[in-house]
């Protein structure tokens, strides 16, 4: 699917791309349909990372043009290549300090025609881009939420292109280019902020589903490998350590999945931005790790050029930072943590997993690009000790007590004046993050009704240990270590390759589990 290019060497075919985006763009417009738009991509790209991302740069700008609720430009620019013109050289994920300015064309009736001038840099798509979705300011001393305004500019405003050679996601074209003329202001004026908050709520998944997608496409051939390949007269997936490690390798693989599903089936309520945080922030990151770990167990064939194990690994690494930096995304975490520990309503997990079990997978509208802020600021949090001690779940992790060292921590951080230091902030926004894949995990477990998956829950629980531990560490704060759990026995299996494709296999452990649950007394 790439092309070589006598300017750039072997790319994206951007000609094969505008002519696909159409039907993307059909998925999210007039309907806001987020799984189906994705499904789209991977039907038409292949899940190549280079055009899923190119796709999905283009895909965010187009929805810009929707949060700022201008559907005749967002009809009548379908046939063409967007990207987002944010990122500035001296402030990277700090739009507050742009530099680019807009200014009102005199004589302009309707009031939307600025020039646009100014340098944008580290951009996707935009040498081959028709449309720009730019931030500008109107008023260059201003650095408040309400200095930004957004705006269309066409390729005929945009000059100087120069491409900026990446690490990641080498067949496609990065530049920094120069802005000079005109553009159409979207939305309100000084609005920019809260049309790309609204945009931002549904990129999120956008962005995970890339991460998750590189997964299923890395970790089976990773796999087919050391199942095929011979060393010291066996296949290395049947010596215990290697299949140790592609065991949990694959247990993770498996419940990443689960997690970006379980955040689709909740995320058309208040859960949107909670779901889309932790996706953005940690999923993204244990992502990363995962796809570094499958390469090294893979060896030298996941260096070769055509392999997937290694393409994977490394274009992952552009996700946790494309379009809101994971940081910032747990910083919004962790101002729930209080309302999340406190939390005293009581939820049936009947109910939770007989709706994952009809939805895991389902392509439903949530519309959520135009999701109320003020339904998605305060998540419906519940009871989740009871809710866990409620699942049943045949490990002893003392729920109740693991909140109550939640609760202790974050006293002990306040009790130092700690609270608004940013390293505390991110640690108890992260923290936060691990609780909710402990409660994923158990879900997860719950939800196929398999055995199989129980270590998953084992595997949560140590990382929250982990973080918890280090966090106590780092800070020689007073409170307790938690004790990690000790895993289950690896399984005894006649075929490692089959049992491991198996537990990949999440819609097929779904599937396999749809019926009727008892509702708890």
Same mark, same amino acid.
């Given at each position: 699917?790439l ?23 059909d998925?999210i ?22 055009y899923?991302?190119?796709?999905g ?26 990207? $987002?013109g ?15 300015t ?7 009736s ?5 020039? =646009?001038?100014? /340098? ?10 028709d ?26 405003s ?19 280019? /120069? ?6 202001? $979207?939305?309100?004026a000084?609005h ?26 890395a ?9 095929k ?15 140790r ?5 694959? $247990? ?9 599903h ?10 949107? @931005? ?12 244990? =992502? ?29 690494f552009? $996700?946790?930072?494309?379009?809101g ?9 962790e ?5 999340y ?23 439903i509208n ?12 305060k ?6 000790? @009871? ?17 109550? @060292?939640?609760?202790?921590l ?7 004046d ?46 929250l240990?982990?973080?918890?531990n ?10 307790q270590?938690?004790?990690p ?10 075929n ?7 537990l ?8 396999r589990?749809?019926?009727p649950?008892?509702?708890m007394?």
């Amino acid at each position: 699917m790439l092309i070589q290019d006598p300017q750039f060497g072997k790319i994206v075919d951007f000609d094969y791309l505008r002519r696909m985006m159409r039907r993307v763009y059909d998925r999210i417009f007039p309907e806001f349909q987020l799984l189906s738009a994705m499904h789209m991509s991977t039907e038409l790209f292949d899940d190549d990372p280079s055009y899923l991302i190119a796709a999905g740069a283009s895909m965010l700008a187009y929805q810009l043009l929707l949060a700022a609720d201008e559907h005749e430009l967002a009809e009548k620019c379908k046939d063409g290549i967007f990207t $987002l013109g944010w990122t500035e050289e001296h402030s990277g994920s700090d739009l507050l300090s742009v530099r680019t300015t807009a200014t009102p064309i005199p004589g302009d009736s309707s009031g939307r025609q600025y020039h =646009i001038k100014g /340098q944008k840099w580290l951009i996707n798509n935009s040498y081959h881009g028709d449309y720009h979705i730019v931030v500008a300011k109107i008023d260059p001393t201003q650095d408040g939420p309400r200095s930004l305004s957004l705006f269309l500019v066409p390729r005929s405003s945009t000059h100087s292109w120069e491409r900026l050679p990446a690490h990641v996601l080498e067949n496609m074209v990065l530049t920094k280019y /120069q802005i000079d003329g005109p553009g159409t202001l $979207l939305g309100k004026a000084g609005h920019g902020l809260s049309i790309i908050q609204r945009m931002a709520m549904p990129s999120k998944y956008q962005c995970t589903y890339v991460g998750v997608q590189m997964l299923k496409r890395a970790v089976p051939p990773a796999i087919e490998h050391l199942a095929k390949k011979k060393i010291f007269g066996d296949h290395p997936l049947n010596f215990n350590n290697v299949f140790r490690q592609m065991y949990n390798i694959s $247990l993770q693989a498996a419940f990443y999945d689960f997690v970006f599903h379980r955040a689709m089936v909740f995320n058309g309520g208040s859960f949107l @931005q909670f779901h889309g945080t932790m996706l953005k922030s940690w999923l993204l990151l244990r =992502i990363n790790e995962l796809l570094g770990k499958n390469l090294l167990v893979a060896g030298s064939k996941g260096f070769l050029k055509e392999s997937w194990i290694g393409k994977a690994a490394i274009d992952s690494f552009i $996700l946790p930072v494309f379009d809101g930096h994971y940081t910032i995304n747990t910083f919004m975490s962790e101002k729930h943590a209080e309302r999340y520990l406190s939390a005293t309503q009581r939820i049936d997990p009947a109910v939770r997993v007989e709706q994952m079990r009809r939805e895991l997978f389902v392509e439903i509208n949530h519309n959520e690009i135009n999701a109320k802020p003020s339904e998605i600021r305060k998540p419906e949090f519940f009871d989740y000790a @009871q809710y866990i001690e409620d699942c049943a779940l045949p490990l002893d992790i003392q729920p109740r007590t693991l909140l109550t @060292q939640m609760r202790t921590l974050l006293n002990e951080i306040e009790e130092r004046d700690l609270g608004n230091d940013p390293d505390y902030r991110y640690k108890v926004g992260d923290l936060l993050h691990w609780f909710e894949a402990l409660l994923a995990s158990v879900e997860f477990w719950k939800v196929t009704a398999d055995d199989n998956y129980l270590n998953v829950v084992v595997q949560q629980f140590n990382g929250l240990a982990n973080t918890l531990n280090t966090i106590i560490s780092e800070g020689g704060l007073t409170m307790q270590f938690l004790q990690p759990l000790r895993q289950l026995p690896m399984p005894k299996v006649e075929n490692v390759r089959e049992y491991l494709m198996r537990l990949l296999d999440v819609p097929g452990a779904v599937q396999r589990a749809r019926q009727p649950l008892p509702q708890m007394p």
